[in-house]
Structures are given as structure tokens and as C-alpha cells.
């Protein structure tokens, strides 16, 4: 069996950091790829290390695994990171400062893919709890989407779609449900547990057709106006 038969009970989406030059040697191809689409079809996302060689991984970047490749702080290809149309995107992998072990309280900075790696699986579990009803392969176009295009315009072989943003990622996603709290202080994803504290923001994120939930009491100025059409439905509190 597959590890996704052990992952996925219980759960909507499962994140596996892994790394593909391992994966890219030739008696593991064809393994790996029955493994990689039987573990999307399961609704788990696949998130490789491009690998710290300064080579080329050849294949096709529109496969079930999100390969990903470093930058450095301004934006470059690191030097080390692999490349090529294998490569989905890129993330900081250079000088990301991180807890490190030399102690319990010690921090450092550490360099590789695979710090570029967990960054995006990161994002790609933060796309996942703004909205759980989100298949994988909608939150890799979401991952897509939102990158920052660097190098030739478009997607290319040396950044692929460009680096992560994790703001333009989240703003692309559009919410059926979202609650508004104007007393609400602390983070806002526009769910039940971190909404948002203000009506136009909501409105704004809610899909056409979508539902509006305010929090009694909250602040709606007057008139309210309201541009596209949402159901508005109130919760105790």
C-alpha cells in the first residue's frame, strides 16, 4: 500500500515534503509517477526539493508533484538550485533564518531547496484551511496564481511560474461562506474562528451567491449596499 492509505483517514489534505532529484533517478521514474497520481486522486499534495546541484531536471512540471526551486533574497536563482521544465516554482531558499540545534532557544540561517520546500507546502496548507473544501489541484493553481513572475515573462525553465506570494495566493481564493466580526481584533481569514472585522471586506471575499454571516452586533453603516448578489444570515453572540 501507499503511505496516502495511512495519511489520508480523517483527513482532507495531506502535504509531503520530498525531493525530487532522488525521485529523478531512471529506475524510479515510472514507480514514482504511478505513486504520485494514485496519491493526488487520493486528494494529497505533493511538495519536492528541487535539489541543490545547479542541474537541470527535465520532465514535465504539469505532473502530481510541486517541485520547487530556491531564490535568494533578491529575488535570483540560487546558484545551487536545480532548474529546468521539471521545475514548478520557487521559493527563498538562501539564508532562511530558522531554529537551529544549538539549543533550545537557537537560531541560525540555513540554505537549500529544502527550506524552499517546506515554505511552500506551508502556503499551500494555509490556501487549504482559508477554504478545506479545496481539492489539491485546486490549491497548486492557487499556488500558481499567485506567484511573484520573475525572470522572462510567463512561465519559463529557470523560475517556472515565478516565486511564492503568499498574499496574492489568498486573495485569490473566493469563500461560499465568510463571517464578519467587528469586534474581532486578531487575524482574519474570513472563517468562523478568524473573521473579518469589517462588512466590506466581506463582501469582497465572498463568492456571488455566497453567504454573509454577521455576528450580532456587528457595525453595518446605513444604508447598507451590497453590489452582487450573497445571502446575509446573522449569528448569536
Known sequence: PYRADFYLPGFDLVIECDGAAWH????????DRRRDAYMR????????????????????RNDNVIVVGATTSSDALASFSNRGPFVD????GQDVFTTSNGGDNSYG????????CPLTAGLCALIFSYDPSLTAAEVETLLRSGCDDLGSAGVDDTFG?????????LEGIVLTTVYV?????????????????????????????????????????????????????????
Open 24 to 31: 529523478g533517478r531512471p529506475h524510479q521514474k515510472v514507480r
Open 41 to 60: 486522486a487520493r486528494g494529497a499534495l505533493l511538495v519536492w526539493a528541487a535539489g541543490n546541484d545547479g542541474a537541470i531536471l527535465n520532465g514535465n
Open 89 to 92: 516554482l520557487v521559493a527563498p
Open 109 to 116: 540561517t540555513a540554505t537549500g531547496t529544502s527550506f524552499s
Open 161 to 169: 511560474h515565478g516565486r511564492i506570494d503568499v498574499r496574492q495566493s
Open 181 to 237: 466580526d467587528c469586534a474581532y481584533s486578531g487575524p482574519e481569514s474570513g472563517t468562523f474562528d478568524q473573521p473579518f472585522n469589517t462588512v466590506t471586506e466581506g463582501v469582497q471575499a465572498v463568492a456571488v451567491g455566497g453567504t454573509l454571516i454577521l455576528k450580532a452586533g456587528t457595525c453595518v453603516a446605513s444604508p447598507l449596499t451590497i453590489s452582487k448578489a450573497l445571502v446575509l444570515q446573522s449569528t448569536g453572540g
